[in-house]
């Protein structure tokens, strides 16, 4: 086998890439990842592609890993700020690092691809990335919102494992809206019937289009609503018009109208099964709409459409009166400094006690009849 690293998409044929993949997941394929290169959200943000490739010795590729070297951890979504503090305080360095993710996506999905899922090859990628990250003077490597099948392979090569929670709504084979609302308890099904009766009340249309139906003035819409939230949170839209307009397919966009004005719009990507909303957006405050185009609308397209899952996005614990539950999602972590490596160790099994614990409790909240 050869091993290597290349630093752009665009030297590897998106044929050969995806055909390591199962289709299943949109953020994996080859058209997703390079549209970060060509929409330019990654280099200025501190995000240097390193993808990792296995050839066979006739050149075929058989294995790959999407990896970024960071120069901070903005974009993640698994929060090590209290680590990188740590180092700093003691004199350390913990930038650069190598992370293996889906830039500013905190979706779970494929991280290690292989022709035929090969464990081995898969091994021999983890291993690669660990030995760059040693020979490069990498802080740590770190493996974000891997799949369980994954993820038990690097438990077996990484001493740090974490996890958390997010909310996620499974389509229980509902016929429609209400089918679903009659599996809630009462005072929950009530809510949200409210809700949603609010958002007519105020005379607010929904709307759902396929990124390629947009036209130019919805385009700016959308990602004016998209910036905008970002810099009400004094945070930076770190992803391109031209970003978006590159995987339009892959877009689901929620508008809600008052008259004939869009005042507020939500961006979803599609996947074969899932649903996973994003980015939203509104001019000013209607009362309810935030749960209506973030959530309602998003679950009534995943049972119109036979989707399975809705992923409305990281944290929240508000979404579980709302139908979403809460679903542990993954990641592995090789740190390099030994004792850092201790203390961390030390450090997770605590929080992993801890997690539990809340896991429990948010168990606890479910809104259905039977858990």
């Not at 005072?187 to 390629?212: A, H, M, P, S």
Request: proline share 4%; with cysteine; net charge negative.
């Amino acid at each position: 086998m050869q091993l290597s690293v290349c630093e752009s998409l665009k030297d590897i044929p998106a044929e050969q890439w995806n055909a390591l993949t199962d289709n299943t997941n949109p953020f994996i394929q080859h058209e997703f990842l390079l549209a970060f290169e060509t929409g330019q959200c990654l280099d200025k943000f501190g995000w240097f592609a390193k993808y990792f490739l296995i050839h066979s010795n006739d050149n075929e590729l058989i294995g790959a890993m999407p990896a970024y070297e960071k120069h901070n951890s903005y974009g993640e979504f698994v929060f090590d700020w209290a680590w990188a503090d740590a180092y700093q305080r003691a004199g350390i360095n913990y930038y650069p690092k190598l992370v293996i993710s889906i830039p500013y996506s905190p979706c779970q999905g494929p991280r290690i691809l292989a022709k035929d899922n090969d464990s081995e090859i898969k091994k021999t990628l983890i291993k690669f990335a660990i030995d760059f990250s040693e020979k490069n003077s990498y802080s740590g490597a770190h493996w974000l919102f891997n799949l369980k099948d994954d993820f038990e392979l690097l438990k077996q090569h990484t001493e740090l494992q974490r996890f958390d929670y997010q909310f996620h709504w499974k389509n229980n084979n509902y016929e429609n809206f209400d089918d679903f609302l009659n599996e809630l308890k009462p005072k929950k099904r009530k809510n949200i019937k409210q809700e949603r009766r609010k958002v007519r009340d105020q005379g607010i249309d929904i709307k759902t289009l396929n990124g390629t139906e947009l036209s130019d003035e919805q385009w700016d819409k959308i990602y004016y609503f998209y910036q905008i939230t970002f810099m009400k949170k004094s945070g930076s839209p770190t992803l391109s018009l031209n970003f978006f307009k590159s995987i339009a397919d892959k877009l689901l966009v929620i508008f809600a109208y008052n008259k004939d004005e869009i005042v507020a719009g939500a961006i979803c990507i599609l996947g074969n099964n899932t649903l996973y909303g994003r980015h939203w957006g509104c001019n000013e405050n209607y009362d309810s709409l935030h749960f209506e185009v973030c959530y309602y609308t998003g679950i009534d397209y995943c049972i119109k459409h036979g989707l399975q899952t809705f992923e409305p996005g990281a944290q929240g614990e508000h979404k579980i009166s709302r139908g979403f539950l809460p679903v542990k999602t993954w990641s592995a972590h090789w740190i390099a400094h030994p004792e850092f490596k201790r203390i961390l160790v030390q450090h997770l099994e605590r929080e992993s006690a801890a997690l539990e614990n809340y896991g429990r409790d948010l168990i606890s909240a479910s809104p259905f009849k039977a858990t």
